[in-house]
């Protein structure tokens, strides 16, 4: 099902880790969840580590457990692609001319630079679990202006296809 007004391809969803690397669970639970649909072109996969080599590794073990093929980062048409610097500079400046151009939507924090630029792009948000009262005020206050929604990690399919197919406002779905 491709994004009304758009020519069918694969989603493209940029999942990044929050600066203190909280979430890491989350996003291997996540990535579990999404390896179907990676593995049969529909979705395609932007990880950022940042510098990260916890979440480097568990990028590259997740690609081999699941036997998906590791791109180059600059192969826009790679299912799946890991993103990280040596320095916090070096990995984002990976983002800036890679990630967001090519993001349809973001899986991140709630809070902090991924989530703000990731609105400020055009990207769609699907945050994760809130780290303290600071990240939940800003989902709070993201939610509210509809520029996110929780991802629902155990559905994290069926959420992807309902947002890109169910007509919220003027018969258009959320991500649009």
């Known amino acids: 099902t ?3 007004g758009y020519r069918q391809r694969p989603l493209r969803l940029a999942i990044t880790t929050g600066g203190l690397g909280t979430n890491k669970d ?3 639970q996540l990535l579990t969840g999404l390896a179907p649909a990676i593995k049969k072109d529909e979705v395609h ?3 950022y580590s940042g ?9 590259t073990t997740f690609a081999r457990l699941h036997r998906i093929k590791i791109g180059e980062n600059n192969d826009p048409q790679s299912a799946f692609r890991v993103f990280h ?3 916090i500079v070096d990995a984002n400046e ?4 890679y990630v967001f151009p090519w993001a349809d939507g973001f899986i991140s924090k709630p809070s902090g630079d991924m989530a703000y630029e ?3 792009a ?3 948000l699907l945050t994760l679990h809130p780290w303290g009262e600071w990240e939940e005020n800003i989902r709070a206050v993201t939610e509210a202006m509809g520029v996110s929604i929780r991802a629902d990690i155990p559905n994290i399919l069926s959420q992807l296809k309902a947002i890109r197919i169910m007509p919220i406002e003027k018969n258009k779905p959320w991500v649009e």
């Open 26 to 28: 989350e996003i291997l």
């Open 122 to 124: 055009g990207c769609f």
């Open 118 to 120: 990731a609105v400020a």
């Open 94 to 97: 990976l983002l800036l001319d």
């Open 45 to 47: 996969i932007a990880a």
């Open 85 to 87: 610097g040596n320095d």
């Open 51 to 59: 510098v990260h080599t916890d979440f480097q590794a568990m990028f």
């Open 2 to 4: 491709a994004i009304r």
